[in-house]
């Protein structure tokens, strides 16, 4: 390997060692046979990479941003839930695997474009089996039995969308982009009305407003990519706005986010308390944090899901959040360079809309967890302890890494 | 299909949109990460009783250096006296937070307060904090002493150096026992004495003459008298319908120079000298001395009121203010500044707790620098200082053990409940002030005999070695 893939191959790895001995050295310790856990790691990312290197040589170095992003969940899964690491560990590995996955089939995206309106299908269908067998965890998100796992079926929903709304934008891009009223060609604005009525439907029944915003946020902005027309963006914009005023008016618990992100002290035991709590983690990091296992973030409820990221603002400091928030940029920003790369409109739609999705999730999380934005009980990709996000993240940078890894022409 | 140059150029954008998303997200994580050091003091904030129950916490100290606070090996906390309850205050997961444990818990987990070598020594090996031991200007002797001179009377006391502003002590009751406070506490926060209210500090009385300084000062600054004006009081001063008296005066009713209607609290006087002078002098010479707005000191302080914000400016009420009546409302430590601002030559010291950092036996910080803002004349502030000297010499006020010239004011504030808060407030020595004091005795009757005693007791312990 030349020196930059070697770099780039450690880099996580060594992250993951560093707080493995911190770890040890601070009063939160690490779990049993934390060295098996390291060792895992570093092989699924050396791993990871030779395939990347071997299947798709030309793609841009994503892999090291998305190993380095997994790293620090690994890291703070350690910390915050010592007995979930083996299985965040395990996930991590599972996750590379699915990249590889991810990978051939971006390398085939043509054959993957016939699948256009399956996936839709499947989209919805997984939404309407969710919310008809789905089970509980956590209050609102909902998940499946699949041979004895729980699935996140909101992840699989979104890779399911991706595919979709490239096959099908790709399609019809032409139609959009021509000017005129757009009402005159309803034909073909009809299977995205009828996806878009069918997601946003099961969601609000599934209770999961997160997921809908990072949904519709990711089909308007594809839409108005596709149309050229910023007008999209305003009419994404608008009817966010309108959903969230309708789901304050109507629904009881998104009024109690609301009102908490507005004001959390009102309430500091009760419904406000994971708030609080998250905001005096974040006041209490300052610039260069606590150290790793030396902050008091395991206060916060669901901290190593729903917010890793104030955890990692605490004891990796100002410095460590910010480059997790400047992995992301990363990632999408070399997501869409290699997208605007491709000759195939396809294979452009599919991988923008990748780099796209891992933005706008990442966004959001992480403006709620700044309390920018109320609350979501979303995942952070790469860095949030789950299996479903995991792979799901894994595999859909596998796409990409396989569309942008193409010899060109 | 081709490639288009606007898709090209919308992709960008939406580069352009991550990178300005990622910087709004590292704008607010500056925002929560460096501006908002105030939430790590929060009384709600877990990380406070978790620093109360590190075993590197560090100690509290009086100004000589006498422990006030520690912490043992095991993480517990100790405490000297219940004398100094309200100043060291406590640190509670469960019952929040006061006093210095909090103001200065960020130097007392080792967070603020070192130089350079320890920020870098605790930056590169992290590692448990060690705190740094907080010298309080709190002068144990004083303290004590002021503590038994008030016994166990509800009330408070506080004692200031005219100069530096320094808080030689300032002692509350009812206090509490501080090694028993986690106990204690629900019976604490549930009694209705209020013991966990630092009196000196945010307890608001009516202050009675003693207030009678303020408003000899806005006259004096106005003009308006002299000490040796020589003023009128017959029978009595009538203002729309009420009566205020002429009494108190040895030689009775009559004639006599402004400085003994002060002696001897004239309440008739300076009723009449109140509404001559008119609210805005009044208001002007008292927010000049720190009235209605927060003093600006470590520990958390309530404002002083003249008057009610609803209350329609009347001359009655003008009246009533000027002898200390109406509706003013008054905390210890607003008067203890009263006295030492004219014992300063007129300049209002800024009250100071914090004498130092220390890390081991080095100091790493010093205290805040000395500040103090003009609130009189000099020449004012002198004749306010022969005044309040006459107070002490005509006999007006018993300073107990104290053996040097002193100068005060007393106060003996109806309550409403056909009850009287004693109060002194003053300063010694009269030609060199050093120190101001004011003493409060809530329901304690007349303020010469009940706090003036406690005052000279406090300044003698903090004057004579």
Known sequence: MPWRSTVLTVAPILFVVLAWLALERSPAGTPPHAERLVVEFAVSVVAGQLLVGLLAPEAPPLLAVAAMLAAVGLAFTMRLAPEAAPAQANWIAAGIAAMVAGLAAGRQAHLLRRWTYTAGVLAIATLGATALFGRSINGARLWIEVAGQSVQTTELIKAFLVVFLAGYLSREAGVFAQPGPLLARWRFLFPLLVLWLGTLGSLVALRDLGTLAILAALATVMLSLASRRPGFLAAGALLVAATAVLGYTTMSHVRTRVDVWLHPFADPLGAGYQTVQATFALANGGVTGTGLGWGMADTIPAAVTDYVFVAVAEELGLAGASGVILAFALLVTGGLQAAARRPDAYERFLAAAVAILMGVQAAVIIAGNLRLVPTTGVTLPFVSYGGSSLVVNFALLGLLLGIAGKPRG | ?465
């Not at chain 2, 930056?123 to 907080?134: I, K, N, S, W, Y």
């Not at chain 2, 409403?416 to 050093?434: E, N, Q, S, Y």
């Open chain 2, 1 to 465: 299909m081709k490639w288009d140059r606007d898709e090209l150029a919308a992709l960008r954008l939406a580069g352009y949109a991550a990178i300005a998303a990622a910087l709004v997200f590292v704008g607010a994580l500056v925002y929560w990460q460096a501006f908002r050091d105030d939430l790590n003091s929060h009384p709600a904030n877990p990380r406070l009783a978790a620093a109360l129950a590190a075993p590197g916490r560090g100690r509290i100290l009086d100004r000589d250096g006498h422990v006030l606070a520690q912490s043992l090996p095991d993480g517990r906390r100790v405490y000297r006296t219940a004398a100094t309850a309200h100043v060291v205050g406590y640190l509670s997961g469960r019952y929040g937070a006061q006093g210095a444990e909090l103001a200065f818990n960020d130097e007392l987990i080792g967070r603020r307060g070192g130089d350079w070598l320890a920020a870098l020594r605790s930056e590169v090996l992290r590692g448990a904090p060690e705190g740094f031991d907080v010298r309080l200007t709190i002068d144990l002797d004083v303290q004590m002493a002021a503590a038994l001179a008030l016994g166990n009377r509800p009330g408070a006391a506080v004692a200031l150096d005219v100069r530096t502003g320094d808080v030689l002590a300032m002692v509350s009751w009812p206090n509490w026992d501080p090694n028993a406070f986690a106990d204690e506490a629900p019976a604490l926060l549930d009694d209705p004495k209020a013991p966990l209210l630092n009196r000196a500090t945010q307890g608001l009385y009516p202050p009675g003459s003693t207030f009678k300084v303020v408003t000899a000062a806005a006259a004096l600054s106005e003009g308006l008298v002299t000490p040796e004006t020589i003023v009128v009081c017959d029978e009595a001063y009538v203002i729309s319908g009420y009566t205020v008296s002429c009494g108190n005066v040895p030689q009775g009713p009559g004639t006599y120079p402004f400085r003994d209607a002060f002696a001897y609290s004239v309440n008739a006087v300076f009723a009449r000298l109140g509404v001559e002078l008119g609210w805005q002098p009044l208001l002007r010479t008292a927010r000049a001395f720190g009235f209605e707005s927060p003093i600006p000191f470590e520990l958390p302080t309530a404002s002083s009121q003249v008057v009610a914000g609803h209350s329609p400016l009347s001359d009655a009420l003008l009246a009533s203010t000027a002898f200390g009546q109406g509706e003013l409302l008054v905390t210890p430590l607003q008067m203890a500044l009263v006295a030492a601002a004219v014992a300063n030559d007129g300049l209002l010291p800024q009250p100071r707790l914090l004498a130092g950092v220390y890390e081991g036996g080095r100091r790493t910080e010093g205290p805040p620098a000395p500040r103090a803002r003009r609130v009189l004349d000099a020449r004012v502030a002198g004749e306010l200082r022969s005044m309040m000297a006459d107070v002490v010499a005509k006999g007006q006020a018993n300073l107990g053990p104290l053996k040097m010239p002193a100068a005060g004011k007393t106060g003996t504030a109806e309550t409403g409940r056909g009850t009287a808060h004693a109060w002194f407030i003053g300063f010694a020595p009269v030609d060199a002030p050093k120190v101001a004091v004011a003493v409060i005795v809530e329901d304690g009757g007349r303020g010469g005999e009940v706090a003036a005693p406690v005052a000279g007791t406090i300044l003698q312990a903090a004057l004579v070695p």
